[in-house]
């Protein structure tokens, strides 16, 4: 009986070490370069995002340090709908990891809760692709400065995800 209690307990706790080793990421982000307009290119399903064909977020760098968020959505009905809110390092001097919380009232009541990681996972040189996600990898975002990339590009982003962690079967693609 001893052996199969030590048994199952050296499994769950293998299963649990080797879910929670969150991904890696890029190490540094400048703010400055990374501020301006990425468009989704593919995303793992969320809720909040359930009506969005495209999406755009639009960054900019804030005299603090931390970064004003605007995203855009455009439904499946053809119509845009925008969250404003702001990012901030999770940790001072660190720019790969952000808190993301916008400007709702469920925000206002419970503003720890509230927030979102932002982690960005992958950046080429002249960031214009970026991969964005979260440590647990329920979320996951593909983007671009361009609203339509190449199948190399696309390629590139799917790697970056797998090479990470990412189960990438269930993306929702950019519509026309």
Same mark, same amino acid.
């Given at each position: ?25 890029? +190490? ?29 977020? $639009? ?5 603090? +340090? ?9 439904? $499946? ?7 404003? +809110? ?12 952000? *808190? ?18 932002? *982690? ?41 995800? $797998? ?9 929702? *693609?950019?519509?026309?």
């Amino acid at each position: 009986m001893k052996r199969l209690t030590a048994c199952l307990l050296a499994l769950l706790l293998t299963g649990c070490a080797s879910q929670v080793t969150p991904p890696a990421t890029v +190490g540094s982000v400048d703010l400055q370069r990374y501020q301006g307009t990425w468009y989704e290119q593919a995303r793992l399903p969320m809720f909040f995002q359930r009506n969005c064909a495209q999406s755009e977020a $639009h960054y900019r760098l804030q005299d603090d +340090g931390r970064v004003a968020v605007r995203n855009r959505c455009l439904t $499946h009905d053809g119509e845009w709908q925008q969250a404003e +809110g702001r990012a901030e390092p999770q940790q001072a001097g660190q720019t790969d990891k952000l *808190w993301v919380r916008f400007d709702n009232w469920f925000a206002q009541l419970f503003p720890n809760v509230a927030r979102g990681d932002y *982690w960005v996972l992958y950046l080429d040189e002249g960031y214009q692709l970026a991969l964005v996600g979260n440590p647990n990898r329920e979320y996951l975002w593909l983007l671009s400065r361009e609203q339509q990339i190449s199948p190399a590009q696309r390629q590139l982003l799917l790697d970056e995800a $797998h090479a990470r962690g990412f189960v990438t079967d269930e993306l929702i *693609w950019r519509g026309p």
